[in-house]
């Protein structure tokens, strides 16, 4: 999850970029997981749940995948209007959720962070 820039030179929301943290650890905010460990928190959801925060740049053919889980939902289907929600950190904080959308050409993150 080290941070690469953009294929297209898209400018990207990024403050933590410039963060010394940085320097120590190339993937932080989050923690460098194994491939093994970040696959069990990972869902792929439909794109109806994902439509709602991306344009049409990854295609048709996208898939889609949080760190988010609703209990008792419909498996790949999201209800992001609901007040109960479970995730599992991949990062130093204590919460973080996120979006990864895979497409032939590139993979997009869009996550957010908090610490309480």
Not at 87 to 105: A, N, W
Not at 109 to 115: G, K, L, Q, S, V
């Amino acid at each position: 999850m080290a941070r690469a820039p953009d294929p297209r030179g898209w400018t990207g929301l990024d403050a933590a970029a410039r963060n010394p943290e940085r320097e120590a650890s190339p993937t932080y905010p989050f923690v460098a997981h194994p491939p093994a460990y970040i696959a069990r928190r990972l869902q792929q959801i439909d794109r109806d749940s994902a439509e709602n925060l991306l344009l049409a740049r990854y295609g048709d053919t996208a898939s889609f995948h949080t760190n988010v889980d609703q209990p008792g939902h419909v498996s790949g289907a999201l209800d992001f209007t609901s007040s109960s929600w479970a995730y599992s950190p991949l990062s130093v904080y204590s919460e973080d959720y996120g979006l990864i959308v895979v497409s032939d050409t590139e993979v997009g993150m869009f996550w957010t962070f908090a610490d309480y």
